[in-house]
């Protein structure tokens, strides 16, 4: 049996040597604290994610083929410099029954050493092309240590969290919380309101897929779409966000349904909540297949910006006010998963 030790992947950015990498992943061609695309990191995460599990499924199943079915939570703890190295250190905590869960840390190096962030990936092992694709089963991972075993118990205990937080996202609203989205609503009533009204802090583009982005045969890779997702949301967040928005967290990624060539997509995102200086922005992917007979949600995002100053101090945002229900809903599932993050982590 394989041990997760043995499932060890490693990916470097030379940013330090490779000038022309560095300005591919740089937000401005100047100076600034933390001006690297994390969008473009995002894209580079998932496809490690993919050869870490690729080269354990290919062990049992050499024609298999993996794909993204989730991004866990990513809580960026420091700003990237992007003048060093990345290092991407990839390792599988835990196999299901065709599952993989993918944990990556991200660092540099060096003195000082900057934890950059931590990730977890859920990859599916598939065999076969297009339609005629099924799920393959997969042995367990062997935990040789009592350091193995803390890591699989985490991935145990993340997937059952992540259950309880979706189970809780689907409550009505307690006293309190309806007591908050009465008062957000009540104020939208007072004279001389100038708030920032939800339904207005929307953007969307449209994008049509083609061979240049495919990956899994027949399939577009679904780094391209989570760092298109999330370019559109960065900018999103500027609606509100008087200074500068960076990420902070990714709540959660879910890929529902697979892209192919040739399909049109329409990307929304909506700025669904702020509390302090976190700007919180959902993004979906909707699929129209080429000939328009199957539209559906690709992938559903949910970020949390932070937004701050020149010295990557927190400035405040102003407060959002939904008006409809479905923004009401929204605002309170943006809630919940801003306090269950801020709960258990330190984020940027």
Known sequence: MTTPAETSFYQTLPLSSDLKLRRRFMVVDEPLLGNLRFGLLLEVLDKVAEEASLKYVNRFHPEARVVTAAIDNIFVRRPADVTRDIVCHARINHVGKSSIEVGIRVEQPGEPANHIASCYFTMVARSGIGEGAVSVALPPLDYADGYEKERFGKAVARRQEYKQQQAALHEPPSRKEYEMLTRLHDAQENPGFYGHLAGRLVTDA??????????????????????????????????????????????????????????????????????????????????????????????????????????????????????????????????????AVVEHHSII
């Open 206 to 339: 449209w994008e049509r897929m083609y061979p240049e982005q495919e990956n899994v045969p027949q399939k577009i890779f679904g780094g391209y779409l989570i760092r298109r997702a999330y370019e559109l949301s960065a900018i999103c967040s500027e609606l509100v966000a008087p200074n500068r928005s960076i990420i902070a967290a990714v709540n959660r990624i879910n890929f529902f349904h697979p892209v192919r060539m040739g399909d049109k997509l329409h990307f929304t995102s909506r700025v669904v909540y702020t509390n302090g200086s976190f700007v919180c922005v959902e993004a979906g992917i909707e699929r129209i297949s080429r000939d328009r007979t199957a539209n559906a949600l690709s992938n559903s995002c949910l970020f949390t910006f932070v937004n701050v100053d020149d010295k990557l101090n927190h400035q405040p945002v102003p407060q959002v006010y939904p008006t409809t229900y479905a923004e009401d809903g929204r605002y309170l599932a943006a809630h919940r998963s801003y306090q």
